[in-house]
């Protein structure tokens, strides 16, 4: 750790959970630290050496770094005073619909506002409590009335109980998010020690990836717990089915199929999704994450498509056809939902597919471009020219390679990005993929 972290004093705000493993780790690490909590058992606790709950390790770190003097406790929010960092670790509890509890985040900032008039030193206030986007910009620094002392920052927390403190230590991830910079460098400097680099995003982002992990465990252990239902059920041993699955560093534990972007189809993904729907029905297995997936498609389809239906283009060129980039396999494309729909409605539409031209498919995708979907067939350009002329509007249905990338960029026109990353750097007018 460098001077400049060690010499921070960080107020914590709330000793539960996040808070009092929080308070004990930054001050092991140097910092000085002053927990403040409205509860009073907790911060007598702190100040006997003594966790206020059980957590494995965390009773030595407290004792060890109060009477080291460089950890303490109060439950007067004049505490604050001196600190630098205000690190907001109080509790986001759900409400009766699910929405996010707000009452002591909205308390505590505004007690903390209240200390405000006459303090001379900027204080940087790290909102490390779980809360959705937009509460930093939208509820917590409107509290500070636009007191220049005062940046808030998001700096979500990631540990997990029972193991909280060695999480703190060897972080997974460390995120903070704000506009100020020197606010964002000196939270990111409490974790240097830690030989994480920060990831360093905007204040709405850092909220997010919470929730977006939270999410991502919750549905990695529903799926595990379904594939294991089956397997047991089918006589398989779902320990090695997923132990196995997790070998593939590629494609299964990688960020392979993690990007946000199109709808997925091919001859695969939606039969075989469909197959084990039907397994498990048949079996009286009622698998909801599994069952979810081909919906949650189709509504991810859907949302393009109505998003490409209000353009106000009047010539669209789709480019790409087959379901994904380098094939010519028509099988569940998207696209072809995509374009059924817009010549429903009356769209006037020219496609182009590097791998499908007319004079050289054949076999099945040639049947059924000819059989199945004569109408789109018809609408094929056999060069990217033809629909980069004749087009007032793109709509990019797949991944493109650098040199139609390279034309699509000359020709300038409106892009409709559905795939997502291909064309980052050209202006859509609907944020489809992310939606
Ligand atoms: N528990 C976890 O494993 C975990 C992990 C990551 C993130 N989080 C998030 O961190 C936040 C805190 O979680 P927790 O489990 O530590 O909550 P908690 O309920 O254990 O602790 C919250 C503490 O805040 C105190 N508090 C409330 N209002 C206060 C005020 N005005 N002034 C001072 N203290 C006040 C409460 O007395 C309590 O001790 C939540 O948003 C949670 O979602 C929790």
Same mark, same amino acid.
């Given at each position: 750790? /460098?001077?400049?972290?060690?010499?921070?004093h960080?107020?914590?705000?709330?000793?539960?959970?996040?808070?009092?493993v929080?308070?004990?780790?930054?001050?092991s690490?140097? /910092?000085?630290?002053?927990?403040?909590?409205?509860d009073?058992?907790?911060?007598?606790?702190?100040?006997n050496g003594?966790?206020?709950?059980?957590?494995?390790?965390?009773?030595?770190?407290?004792?060890? /770094?109060?009477?080291?003097?460089?950890?303490?406790?109060?439950?007067?929010?004049?505490?604050?005073?001196?600190?630098d960092?205000?690190?907001?670790?109080?509790? $986001?509890?759900?409400?009766?619909?699910?929405?996010?509890? &707000?009452?002591q985040?909205?308390?505590?900032?505004?007690?903390?506002a209240?200390?405000?008039?006459?303090?001379?030193?900027?204080?940087?206030?790290?909102?490390?409590s779980?809360?959705?986007?937009?509460?930093?910009e939208?509820?917590?620094?409107?509290?500070?009335?636009? /007191?220049?002392?005062?940046?808030?920052?998001?700096?979500?927390?990631?540990l997990?109980?029972?193991t909280a403190?060695?999480?703190?230590?060897?972080?997974s991830?460390?995120?903070?998010g704000?506009?100020?910079?020197a606010?964002?460098a000196?939270?990111?400097?409490?974790?240097?020690?830690?030989?994480?680099?920060?990831? &360093?995003v905007?204040?709405?982002?850092?909220?997010?990836?919470?929730?977006?992990?939270?999410?991502?465990h919750?549905?990695?252990?529903?799926?595990?717990?379904?594939?294991?239902?089956?397997?047991?059920r089918?006589?398989?041993?779902?320990?090695?089915?997923?132990?196995?699955?997790?070998?593939?560093?590629?494609l299964n534990?990688?960020?392979?199929?993690?990007?946000?972007?199109?709808?997925?189809?091919?001859?695969?993904?939606?039969?075989?999704?469909?197959?084990l729907?039907?397994?498990?029905?048949?079996?009286?297995?009622?698998?909801?994450?599994?069952?979810?997936?081909?919906?949650?498609?189709?509504?991810?389809?859907?949302?393009?498509?109505?998003?490409?239906?209000?353009?106000?283009?009047?010539?669209?060129?789709?480019?790409?056809?087959?379901?994904?980039?380098?094939?010519d396999d028509?099988?569940?494309s998207?696209?072809? $939902?995509?374009?059924?729909?817009?010549i429903?409605?009356g769209?006037?539409?020219?496609?182009?597919?590097?791998?499908?031209q007319?004079?050289?498919?054949?076999?099945?995708?040639?049947?059924?471009?000819?059989?199945?979907?004569?109408?789109?067939?018809?609408?094929?350009?056999s060069?990217?020219?033809? $629909?980069?002329?004749?087009?007032?509007?793109?709509?990019?249905?797949?991944?493109?390679?650098?040199e139609?990338?390279?034309?699509?960029k000359?020709?300038?026109?409106?892009?409709?990005?559905?795939v997502?990353?291909?064309?980052?750097?050209?202006?859509?007018?609907?944020?489809?993929?992310?939606?």
């Amino acid at each position: 750790m /460098n001077s400049e972290a060690k010499k921070q004093h960080v107020a914590v705000l709330g000793l539960g959970y996040v808070g009092c493993v929080s308070a004990a780790c930054l001050a092991s690490l140097g /910092n000085r630290v002053t927990g403040i909590d409205r509860d009073s058992d907790k911060v007598r606790n702190v100040m006997n050496g003594v966790a206020p709950f059980f957590e494995p390790g965390l009773e030595e770190l407290v004792r060890e /770094n109060v009477s080291a003097r460089r950890l303490t406790a109060s439950t007067s929010i004049a505490a604050i005073a001196d600190a630098d960092i205000a690190l907001i670790c109080v509790g $986001t509890p759900s409400e009766k619909n699910g929405n996010l509890g &707000l009452d002591q985040m909205k308390r505590v900032i505004s007690e903390i506002a209240d200390t405000l008039p006459g303090r001379s030193k900027p204080l940087t206030v790290a909102i490390r409590s779980t809360v959705f986007p937009g509460t930093c910009e939208d509820v917590v620094a409107p509290l500070f009335g636009g /007191n220049p002392l005062v940046s808030v920052v998001s700096n979500p927390e990631f540990l997990r109980e029972g193991t909280a403190v060695k999480d703190f230590m060897e972080p997974s991830l460390v995120v903070v998010g704000g506009t100020d910079a020197a606010a964002v460098a000196r939270v990111a400097s409490l974790y240097e020690s830690l030989q994480v680099p920060p990831c &360093l995003v905007g204040v709405r982002t850092a909220e997010m990836i919470k929730y977006a992990c939270n999410a991502f465990h919750a549905v990695k252990i529903a799926f595990a717990n379904e594939i294991g239902a089956l397997s047991s059920r089918l006589s398989v041993d779902p320990g090695e089915v997923m132990a196995t699955l997790c070998e593939d560093k590629k494609l299964n534990v990688s960020p392979a199929y993690l990007k946000p972007g199109f709808a997925f189809g091919g001859s695969c993904l939606p039969k075989d999704l469909r197959a084990l729907n039907y397994r498990g029905n048949r079996l009286d297995l009622r698998l909801p994450l599994l069952e979810s997936a081909l919906p949650s498609n189709h509504h991810h389809l859907q949302r393009a498509i109505d998003a490409v239906l209000d353009l106000p283009a009047r010539r669209l060129g789709v480019l790409g056809l087959a379901f994904k980039e380098n094939t010519d396999d028509l099988r569940e494309s998207p696209v072809v $939902t995509l374009l059924e729909q817009l010549i429903g409605k009356g769209k006037d539409v020219r496609i182009f597919d590097p791998h499908i031209q007319m004079e050289s498919i054949y076999g099945s995708n040639r049947n059924f471009l000819l059989q199945q979907i004569p109408h789109i067939g018809r609408l094929l350009d056999s060069s990217i020219d033809q $629909t980069l002329q004749w087009a007032d509007h793109l709509v990019i249905a797949q991944k493109l390679s650098p040199e139609l990338t390279a034309k699509v960029k000359e020709r300038n026109l409106p892009v409709t990005d559905l795939v997502g990353s291909s064309l980052a750097y050209i202006k859509s007018p609907v944020a489809v993929a992310a939606s």
